[in-house]
């Protein structure tokens, strides 16, 4: 059993920004030289999520949209009295989708459907310098 792990560091806009990292994490599962396992994608904060979505502009629009609607921004959240950040709504929403995806490594590829896409949603009120760490377990 092999394991290969690698940290990918991007940029965000914040406030919901959706960013395809497909391709990034096909390069690294490609580099490991793994052929069948599994690939583990997380990302490292606690406002950030990691999840998969068909990557286009409508569906990216209602995402915002519907995060929007079930954790408002606009809510006193007792976080936001703690640590006077404003950004207590990035927290939940991060912890709603989850901060680690695993996808099936078959043939030295991930196995996604042709309208599925890797995503990283930055949910904090400002633009982050984000990271995430790929790990690839197989043969």
């Given at each position: 059993?092999?394991?290969?792990?690698?940290?990918?560091?991007?940029?965000?806009?914040?406030?919901?920004?959706?960013?395809?990292?497909?391709?990034?994490?096909?390069?690294?599962?490609?580099?490991?030289?793994?052929?069948?396992g599994?690939?583990?994608?997380?990302?490292?904060g606690?406002?950030?999520?990691?999840?998969?979505?068909?990557?286009?502009?409508?569906?990216?629009?209602?995402?915002?949209?519907?995060?929007?609607?079930?954790?408002?921004?606009?809510?006193?959240?007792?976080?936001?009295?703690?640590?006077?950040?404003?950004?207590?709504?990035?927290?939940?929403?991060?912890?709603?989708?989850g901060?680690?995806?695993?996808?099936?490594?078959?043939?030295?590829?991930?196995?996604?459907?042709?309208?599925?896409?890797?995503v990283v949603?930055?949910?904090d009120?400002?633009?982050?310098?984000?990271?995430?760490?790929?790990?690839?377990?197989?043969?």
């Amino acid at each position: 059993m092999a394991v290969f792990s690698k940290s990918i560091k991007f940029q965000t806009n914040g406030r919901d920004d959706v960013v395809d990292m497909t391709d990034r994490v096909e390069d690294v599962v490609s580099d490991s030289g793994i052929k069948s396992g599994t690939a583990t994608v997380f990302v490292v904060g606690s406002t950030a999520s990691v999840t998969t979505v068909e990557y286009e502009p409508g569906l990216v629009k209602d995402i915002k949209t519907l995060l929007g609607k079930l954790i408002p921004s606009n809510v006193d959240w007792a976080h936001n009295e703690t640590w006077g950040d404003g950004n207590g709504h990035s927290h939940l929403r991060a912890l709603l989708i989850g901060s680690s995806l695993t996808v099936p490594v078959v043939n030295g590829g991930l196995t996604l459907g042709t309208w599925q896409q890797v995503v990283v949603i930055d949910h904090d009120n400002r633009a982050r310098s984000r990271e995430i760490v790929v790990q690839i377990v197989g043969e």
